[in-house]
């Protein structure tokens, strides 16, 4: 996806023109002048120090903050903050919040699940239906009827994607989607969003774990003070020693991996940088001579057991 964006043809799923946006009482913009397109059905890691503007781009991106200058379009349409615009944006466009505390208020699952639906206008009938397909896809049907606050720290981050997907958005926006999950629901939501992908959604999360946003994303945007250092591709920016040093972020583990066996000669220096630990497996096993120090080390346990 190497200038997709100098591509005429190429869809565009959101379209930020020249953003500027500052809290009140604060002297310095969260966001400024703040400009990017994303492709229809990519996955786009956002990646940046607290305070970078990650979290306020994907709140004017949900129209729940407005900007002071420019324009924002979803599939080509700039925004109207009227709302009829404001719900059909939302219907397009659904956020996760960090904390699941922050969106989840109703008694129940299935009650928080159904309102936004219900919201947008949806029978009761049609609703249900649509609430218990999308718990059944995430595991949740068991769950409906629980309160709330009685859920666990990842089963509430689950309830909180299923109240945007029971909406059908085309977009979703996760914020640090596995903020203080334990390795197992890490793991579900990661399944969740590789899904979502799958199913041509364009998907957005912000995150700090920079081996997961180099496996998953097609695209990484950096940002700094309200601003886009750089987009491109996983390889791209991350190869980039330079810009990783000014956005304080480190390289994945695979790539170190990868610069450490280059340097001692096992990879050569032409070697493509793999995209994965995978992809790192398949060139190491490929080599006559690093399968000959695996077989070796296989054997030595039997011939210790032998002497």
């Not at 009227?82 to 699952?109: E, H, M, N, Y």
């Not at 958005?169 to 999950?181: G, Q, R, T």
């Not at 390889?235 to 980039?240: A, G, P, Y």
């Not at 070697?271 to 790192?280: A, K, R």
Request: glycine share 8%; with cysteine; net charge negative.
């Amino acid at each position: 996806m190497k200038e997709y964006e100098m591509d005429q043809k190429q869809e565009w799923a959101v379209e930020a023109e020249d953003i500027c946006f500052t809290y009140e009482g604060n002297d310095v913009p969260a966001l400024d002048h703040f400009s990017l397109r994303i492709a229809r059905g990519s996955r786009v890691a956002f990646m940046g120090g607290n305070g970078s503007g990650k979290s306020t781009f994907f709140l004017c991106l949900n129209g729940i903050r407005r900007p002071d200058k420019g324009r924002i379009m979803i599939d080509g349409k700039p925004f109207s903050y009227t709302r009829k615009g404001l719900l059909d944006v939302r219907r397009k466009t659904g956020i996760v919040f960090q904390d699941p505390d922050d969106q989840l208020f109703s008694a129940s699952v299935y009650e928080d699940m159904s309102f936004g639906v219900l919201n947008l206008g949806m029978g009761e009938a049609q609703a249900r239906q649509a609430v218990e397909h999308t718990a059944e896809e995430l595991g949740l049907t068991a769950l409906l009827d629980r309160p709330v606050h009685a859920l666990s720290g990842g089963q509430k981050k689950l309830a909180a994607i299923a109240d945007i997907l029971v909406m059908g958005p085309e977009i979703v926006i996760l914020d640090e989607p596995a903020a203080s999950l334990d390795q197992m629901h890490t793991d579900l939501v990661r399944k969740v969003i590789a899904e979502l992908s799958d199913k041509g959604i364009t998907v957005l999360t912000a995150t700090h774990d920079m081996d997961y946003a180099y496996e998953w994303a097609d695209v990484i945007v950096v940002m700094k003070d309200g601003k886009v250092l750089r987009r491109g591709t996983p390889r791209e920016v991350c190869t980039d020693r330079k810009l990783l040093e000014q956005a304080h972020l480190k390289p994945p583990v695979v790539l170190e991996m990868y610069e450490s066996l280059k340097k001692s000669g096992i990879i050569s220096a032409g070697e493509e940088p793999p995209g994965s630990v995978e992809e790192l497996k398949k060139i190491l096993t490929g080599r006559n001579d690093v399968r000959k120090g695996i077989s070796e080390m296989e054997r030595t346990p039997d011939a210790e057991e032998n002497n």
